[in-house]
């Protein structure tokens, strides 16, 4: 204590302002530093935490995106099935229009040519009687102008059944 005393220094002032340094100390650790310690923890897991949560959420939110993506997929797909199913539908009933124009048509052609047909047998047969007529008429003509009286209706009546003869036997 001696030397402390050299020194200038009052070894009752140290022992006191030791004593109250070391109560200031345990006072300071026990109502600032062990609070501040225990708020600074807090806040450290609750920062945590939160992060856990935030690093949960993106991954629930990639999840969820991914979910979405796949169903867009999906969605995607089907409407390319049922657009597909709607071509086919519409070609398959072009082709059943189409086949249904075609076969009108055939049937108008062959209505059109039966008609024709008709139409020419009846003129056949038309002109085979006309042709006849005239022939009979030309036969009268001729032998009137170059027989006699009396050899000119037995002429007349023979060249007449000839000609019916010939159209009777080529209606042509």
Excluded: C, W
């Excluded at 062990?34 to 935490?49: D, S």
């Excluded at 040519?113 to 008709?118: P, S």
């Excluded at 009268?140 to 019916?164: G, N, Y």
Aim: aromatic share 4%; proline share 2%.
């Amino acid at each position: 204590m001696q030397v402390l005393h050299e020194l200038g220094i009052n070894a009752h002032l140290l022992i006191v302002n030791a004593l109250a340094f070391l109560l200031v100390l345990y006072l300071l650790t026990r109502l600032f530093f062990q609070p501040f310690g225990a708020f600074l923890e807090q806040r450290r897991a609750a920062i945590e935490k939160q992060m856990t949560e935030a690093e949960q959420a993106r991954r629930d939110a990639a999840q969820e995106m991914a979910d979405l993506r796949a169903e867009q997929q999906a969605a995607r797909e089907q409407f390319a099935r049922e657009a597909e199913a709607v071509r086919k539908e519409a070609r398959g009933e072009a082709q059943k229009i189409v086949s249904e124009a075609h076969q009108a048509a055939r049937e108008r052609r062959d209505q059109t040519e039966q008609d024709l047909a008709r139409q020419r047998e009846a003129l056949r047969q038309e002109l085979g009687a006309q042709t006849a007529m005239l022939a009979t008429e030309i036969a009268r003509k001729a032998l009137t102008l170059s027989l006699r009286p009396q050899d000119q209706d037995s002429a007349t009546e023979a060249a007449v059944r000839q000609v019916e003869d010939l159209a009777r036997e080529n209606p042509n």
